[in-house]
């Protein structure tokens, strides 16, 4: 009986060998097909369409259209600063030339030539010569005003749009918190994953909102830089705009 059991025990454990043989090769290979699947790069934009649809169309779809008008006011006043900028010193110089060559209609024909608001100002001051310097720098105050409107047109969107992201980031959270306490009731259980679902939703448009609201932030800021060193200019310039035309009145 004794040798009957060990030759029964060592067959088992011949048995139980190759099993284990067997399970020894098999993990390594579901280890690299798992390793193969994290090793696999999503594409960026395969990735942002699955965060989009898990966060929500509804709020997410509003969350780009605000981000897609905010660019496009953005650009726009981009593309308007930049032809509007020019070299404010040598229109002046230009100015000054064309007053000791054909008097105020050669400067007017300069200023006419020359586009932005810096011109313009000019322009301005230089119709209304035949009244006085006073009243000439109290046209150039007044138009400088007018062109600074004209520069700021459409700031106010871009804020809106700044401050409109985040809020609709923030409602969808509110409402995708409510979702998941809706699951809780109804599962009668709160386990993580009746929760993560809807946390998961609240999360993303936030996300997102926020991500929008700092993308056009910095264009508003960029934006309003360019209107600063514009304005600089105008002022600069208006001041020696009226030098140049107290000398050329005094001759």
């Not at 062109?147 to 969808?172: D, K, T, V």
């Amino acid at each position: 009986m004794a040798f009957s059991a060990n030759v029964a025990s060592a067959q088992e454990d011949q048995t139980a060998a190759p099993a284990t043989e067997e399970t020894a090769v098999a993990a390594p290979a579901e280890l690299s097909a798992a390793d193969m699947l994290k090793g696999q790069e999503i594409p960026l934009h395969q990735a942002l369409k699955t965060k989009f649809i898990e966060g929500g169309a509804g709020f997410m779809s509003l969350i780009i259209i605000c981000l897609i008008i905010g660019l496009a006011l953005s650009v726009e006043r981009i593309l308007y600063l930049t032809f509007s900028k020019v070299n404010a010193k040598k229109l002046v110089a230009k100015i000054e030339e064309a007053l000791a060559k054909g008097g105020i209609e050669e400067a007017k024909k300069v200023c006419r030539e020359t586009r932005g608001p810096v011109a313009s100002i000019f322009y301005q001051g230089l119709l209304r010569y035949d009244q006085g310097i006073d009243v000439v720098e109290k046209t150039v105050v007044s138009y400088g005003s007018v062109q600074m409107s004209e520069m700021e047109n459409g700031l106010s969107w871009i804020s809106l749009f700044i401050a409109l992201a985040p809020s609709l980031g923030f409602l969808g959270t509110v409402i995708g918190m409510v979702n998941a306490f809706d699951a809780i009731q109804a599962a009668g259980d709160i386990s993580p994953n009746v929760v993560a679902g809807g946390m998961k939703v609240a999360l993303i448009t936030t996300i997102g909102g926020l991500i929008v609201a700092m993308i056009l932030q910095v264009f508003y800021n960029y934006i309003l830089a360019k209107i600063d060193s514009i304005t600089i200019d105008m002022e600069d310039s208006s001041i020696c705009l009226i030098d140049v035309l107290t000398k050329y009145n005094a001759k």
